[in-house]
């Protein structure tokens, strides 16, 4: 499974407070391999796509972010090791085809 996906940091590993200046939304190219989700962006120069983040979806939990209400089509990631994402994918189809492939990997 791949597709463009937005993330922003909600929190960090035990589920810590995310600072200022690290709190915003990028850009990713994802990509669901295994239970590995690669975030991805375009090496211009070598025009080829390079992985920036590695996150293991394995025991992790994916759910609509229902309580996110400033952008549509918002899922949250939680991981094994209390990191949160949030993701928002390109229309609701897409997401809920991001949470079932997560939450089946
Ligand atoms: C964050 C950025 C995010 C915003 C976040 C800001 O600033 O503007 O877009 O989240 O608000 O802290 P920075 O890039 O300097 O980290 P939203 O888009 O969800 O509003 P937050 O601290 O309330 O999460």
């Known amino acids: 499974k791949d597709g463009i996906l937005q993330r922003k940091l909600h929190?960090?590993?035990?589920?810590?407070?995310?600072?200022?200046?690290?709190?915003g939304w990028k850009t990713f190219h994802g990509v669901l391999k295994g239970m590995v989700l690669y975030l991805q962006k375009v090496d211009y120069r070598r025009d080829q796509l390079v992985n920036e983040e590695v996150v293991s979806v394995h025991h992790s939990l994916a759910e609509p972010a229902v309580d996110y209400t400033k952008k549509p089509?918002?899922?949250?990631?939680q991981t094994a090791d209390w990191r949160v994402f949030l993701f928002q994918a390109s229309g609701k189809v897409e997401m809920n085809s991001w949470i079932s492939r997560i939450n089946l990997a």
Not at 73 to 77: E, G, S, T
Request: glycine share 12%; hydrophobic share 40%.
């Open 11 to 23: 929190a960090d590993i035990d589920g810590k407070r995310i600072p200022w200046g690290k709190r």
């Open 73 to 77: 089509h918002v899922f949250r990631l």
